[in-house]
Nanobody, 119 residues
Framework: QVQLVESGGGLVQPGGSLRLSCAAS????????MGWYRQAPGKQRELVAL???????NYADSVKGRFTISRDSAKNTVYLQMNSLKPEDTAVYYC?????????????WGQGTQVTVSS
């Protein structure tokens, strides 16, 4: 079983930046994709960004140009750099450890970290 520990959330003003971290208890393997998702109150969980084991990335249209996902295999950690934050970015952000190139029902989730963007 893989445990994921998220950190870096908090309260920031619009236009500010945060960097989220997700540390895994197990090493990344050759084909696993990592992802960041978010869920705002009263809304469905949505994809924010994905990164494959080879470093390919994919972003939701709403965050393109503002957010960057990266991974450090030596530290078993994935990051989400969030710039130019907007109030609509307010949500609980979840890290996802997928067991293959794609993500399915048996992959692992972190507990979530709150990001609040408000003046």
């Amino acid at each position: 079983q893989v445990q994921l520990v998220e950190s870096g959330g908090g309260l920031v003003q619009p236009g500010g930046s945060l960097r989220l971290s997700c540390a895994a208890s197990a090493s990344f393997f050759s084909t696993n994709t990592m992802g960041w998702y978010r869920q705002a109150p009263g809304k469905q969980r949505e994809l924010v960004a994905l990164i494959t084991s080879g470093g390919s990335t994919n972003y939701a249209d709403s965050v393109k140009g503002r957010f960057t996902i990266s991974r450090d295999s030596a530290k078993n950690t994935v990051y989400l750099q969030m710039n130019s934050l907007k109030p609509e970015d307010t949500a609980v952000y979840y890290c996802r450890y997928c067991l293959g190139y794609g993500c399915g029902g048996n992959d692992y989730w972190g507990q979530g970290t709150q990001v609040t963007v408000s003046s």
